[in-house]
């Protein structure tokens, strides 16, 4: 059996699409300027196609995911 460790920070690349350096300390400030969250919808993205690259194994492995709650990880992983 795999183990994967799973981890999305919510709040990453917000502040790179409003021209600040970053969101660490300023997310409320990206959010004013307009940032939206992408990284949950990347990380859904990435397990859907490593899912349909899985369905096309003949023998997938078995995985156990190690993950934080919420938008940390679980609602990801929950909707896949």
């Not at 920070?9 to 350096?21: C, F």
């Not at 660490?24 to 939206?36: F, K, T, Y």
């Not at 078995?62 to 992983?77: H, K, N, R």
Request: zero cysteines; aromatic letters at 2%; charged letters at 25%.
């Amino acid at each position: 059996m795999l183990r994967i460790g799973f981890l999305v920070n919510p709040i990453a690349g917000m502040g790179g699409r409003v021209g600040l350096k970053g969101t660490d300390d300023v997310a409320e400030e990206a959010v004013r300027l307009g940032a939206e969250p992408m990284a949950n919808e990347r990380a859904l993205e990435t397990l859907r196609e490593l899912k349909r690259l899985m369905d096309a194994m003949l023998e997938p492995p078995a995985i156990e995911w190690l993950t934080a709650s919420g938008l940390m990880g679980a609602d990801a992983l929950a909707k896949t």
